[in-house]
């Protein structure tokens, strides 16, 4: 058994609860473009237009069947060759994480609004509301409820892959993990530590979210 040295590791903990920051921040505004653009993207596919539905299901299967690794890559890479513009390394993350994030709450959103019976909407019509008042009154209240397990399930997912940033230098805290690790040759504590930082963070998500599926089928 060898000997452990977490005392190296706590001696400089602020600097991994400063790339935690870091991580929740880029959590969060990936989150909030997935989550917002996902609506527009959910749109597109129940739309009757082949114009729009066509398009927005390329993007949601291109996302999905692709390694959110390899976009990352490949938005901080590729896209400056095309473009002739260099994103910082947490630009380039965020519109990643985005857009993969966007892809996947498109189908929970489109699902949920699909899971609210045909007969809600002529309910409300027969009742003399327009199309808009019945979907922000009867449809949407209803579905955003059926979504919750969803989108904390999306979040939890969101919350790990942000670690995947390390790879093009974000200053996380997988890669403040491996910069840490790497100077004071103690990774089996410092990926300790961090594992204990990714669960107090990621768990009561989860929690969260086995809470609002047990109330449901209550």
């Known amino acids: 058994m060898p000997e452990l040295q977490f005392g190296v590791v706590f001696a400089d903990f602020d600097l991994l609860v400063r790339a ?5 921040l880029l959590w969060a505004a990936a989150f909030s473009i997935g989550w917002s653009a996902g ?13 729009l539905a066509i398009p927005a299901r390329g993007f949601v299967e291109c996302f999905r069947n692709t390694p959110v690794l390899v976009q990352l890559i490949w938005f901080y890479y590729a896209l400056p060759v095309l473009t002739g513009i260099q994103m ?22 489109r699902n949920g609004l699909q899971s609210v019976a045909i007969g809600q909407w002529e309910a409300g019509r027969a009742l003399g509301m327009s199309r808009l008042r019945v979907f922000f009154r009867i449809i949407l209240p209803q579905a955003v409820t059926r979504m919750i397990p ?9 919350a790990k892959n942000t670690s995947v940033a390390s790879v093009i230098s974000v200053h996380e805290l997988m890669y403040n993990a491996r ?7 103690v990774p089996l504590e410092t990926f300790t530590v961090v594992a204990g930082i990714y669960f107090v963070v990621i768990w009561p998500i989860s929690l969260a979210s086995s809470l609002i599926e047990r109330r449901r089928s209550a």
């Open 39 to 51: 609506w527009i993207v959910a749109f597109g596919r129940r739309s009757p237009r082949l114009a």
């Open 88 to 109: 910082p390394a947490f630009g380039a993350a965020v519109l990643a994480l985005g857009l993969n994030g966007t892809a996947y709450c498109a189908e929970i959103h």
């Open 150 to 158: 969803a989108y904390t399930n999306r979040a939890v997912e969101m």
């Open 179 to 185: 910069l840490f690790s790497s100077q004071n040759y």
């Open 20 to 24: 935690a920051g870091t991580t929740a």
